[in-house]
C-alpha cells in the first residue's frame, strides 16, 4: 500500500459514512476468522464424510491459507491501483462464491480447489478491510478504528471453535462456508448503499507480479514436498523436486525484490536487527499457534473422545484470554518495551502447548489420520 494512506481524508465524511466503512471491514474480516477457526473443529466431521487422509486435512487448511500469505501485499497493491473499495468487493464477491463451492464440495480435490478460491478472496478482501480504514479515518480516529476492528477480529476467532463444534455435532460442517454467504450479502448491501465513494493511490504504483508469482510457487512446492515427505520420505523424486523448486523459486522472490522499483516487501527493512528478529520470533509463534489450532481438535475428538461441542468449547479460554489481556498487553509494552512481552510470552505459550508433564498413553495418529 502506497505512502499517502497517511493523508487526511477530506472533512466531507460525516460520521456515520465512517461508521459503515467501519461495520464493513469488521465483517469481511470476520468472515476469515470465523472460517478457519470454525473449519478447525469440524474437521473430524468433514474427514469421515469425505474420507480425507491426514494429508488431504493439511491440503485443506493449507488450500486457504497459502494464496492468503502469498498474494495478501499484490492484493493491497491492486486496491491502490484501482480503488480500495473496488478490489475490497471483488475479494467479498469472490470470498463468498469459494465459500458456497467449499459448501457444496463433492470430494476432497474440488474441496481443496474451493479453499484456494477463497484464500485468493481472502488476500483481497483482508488488505482491503484495513486499507478502508486507514483511507477514510483521519490519523486522530484510525487508531481507535484500527483498535476496535482488532478486537472484533478477536472475538469473531473466539466464536468460531465453538460454532464449527456445534455444526459438526449436528453434523452440518459444511455450514462453517455457507454462513459466509449472509455475512458477504450484508457487507456488499453496506457497500453499495453507505459507502458510494472509493479512493485510490495519488501516486502510480505497480503490483510486482514477478515477485507474486515466485512466492506462490515457492510457498506452494515447500507446502507440497513437506507434505508428500511424510507419506513417501525424503528420497522420492517428487519430494525432491517439490522442495528444490520451492526452495527456488524463494530465492528468486528475494532477487525480484531487490532489483524492482516497487517491490512486495521492500528488504531494507530487514536491516533493522529489531525488525528481524521479532519477525523471526512472530514466525515461530504462529507456526506453534496455528498448528496447534489444527491438531488439537483432531486429538480431542478423535484420541481423547470429546463430543464436537466439547472440543470447541475447550478452546474457548485460549481465545477469552486473548480478548482480555490484549489491552493490558499493549499497555505494558508501552510501558516496558517489547523485549519482556516477546521473551515471557512465547515461554508461557510453550508452556501451554506442551501440557502437564504426565499424560495418557495415546494411539497415535488417530484413526482415519492416516
Known amino acids: 500500500m502506497s505512502s499517502d494512506l497517511n493523508a487526511t481524508p477530506p472533512a466531507a465524511d460525516p460520521r456515520s459514512f465512517r ?15 470465523i472460517d478457519s477457526t470454525a473449519l478447525s473443529v469440524a474437521m473430524p466431521a468433514l474427514q469421515g464424510d469425505l474420507a480425507a487422509t491426514g494429508a488431504d486435512l493439511l491440503w ?28 475490497f468487493t471483488l475479494g467479498i464477491v469472490a470470498f463468498a462464491a469459494a465459500s458456497l463451492a467449499c459448501g457444496l464440495a463433492p470430494g476432497v480435490p474440488a474441496l481443496i480447489a474451493a479453499r484456494v478460491a477463497q484464500g485468493v478472496g481472502g488476500a483481497l478482501m483482508i488488505p482491503g478491510s484495513l486499507a478502508l480504514l486507514s483511507t477514510f479515518f483521519a ?19 473466539a466464536v468460531g471453535p465453538v460454532l464449527g463444534g456445534l455444526l459438526a455435532r449436528a453434523g452440518l460442517w459444511r455450514w462453517v462456508f455457507f454462513i459466509n454467504l449472509p455475512l458477504a450479502g450484508i ?28 512466492v506462490t510457487i515457492g510457498l506452494a512446492g515447500l507446502n507440497h514436498g513437506l507434505i508428500q515427505w511424510s507419506k513417501t520420505g525424503l528420497g522420492d523424486r517428487a519430494v525432491l523436486a517439490s522442495l528444490l523448486v520451492g526452495g527456488s523459486s524463494l530465492i528468486l522472490f ?40 489444527f491438531f488439537l481438535p483432531l486429538n480431542l475428538i478423535q484420541v481423547q473422545g470429546y463430543d464436537p461441542a466439547l472440543a470447541g468449547l475447550a478452546q474457548l479460554p485460549l481465545m477469552a484470554m486473548l480478548i482480555l489481556l490484549s489491552r493490558w498487553a499493549g499497555q505494558l509494552l508501552d510501558r516496558r518495551g ?10 508461557l505459550a510453550d508452556r501451554g502447548i506442551s501440557g502437564p508433564p504426565s499424560c495418557p498413553d495415546y494411539s497415535w495418529p488417530a484413526p482415519g489420520w492416516a
Request: hydrophobic share 50%.
Open 60 to 87: 485443506i487448511n493449507n488450500g486457504f491459507a497459502l494464496p492468503l500469505s502469498a498474494l495478501l501485499l499484490p492484493g493491497g497493491a491492486l486496491g491502490d491501483c484501482f480503488g480500495r473499495k473496488r478490489i
Open 254 to 293: 528475494i532477487v525480484i525484490q531487490r532489483r524492482v522499483n516497487q517491490p512486495l516487501l521492500p528488504l531494507h527493512l530487514f536491516q533493522s536487527r529489531t525488525l528481524t528478529a521479532a519477525s523471526l520470533l512472530s514466525l515461530l509463534f504462529y507456526m506453534a499457534f496455528h498448528g496447534m489450532l
Open 338 to 347: 517489547p523485549r519482556l512481552a516477546l521473551t515471557v510470552g512465547p515461554a
Open 187 to 214: 457487507v456488499l448491501t453496506v457497500l453499495r448503499l453507505k459507502i458510494s465513494a472509493d479512493r485510490k493511490s495519488n501516486h502510480p504504483v505497480r503490483v510486482d507480479w514477478r515477485g507474486a508469482l515466485s
Open 139 to 157: 490519523p486522530t480516529e484510525r487508531g481507535q478504528a484500527i483498535g476496535t476492528w482488532s478486537a472484533f477480529s478477536v472475538v469473531a476467532t
Open 19 to 33: 461508521r459503515w466503512v467501519l461495520v464493513s471491514s469488521i465483517l469481511a474480516s470476520g468472515m476469515a476468522f
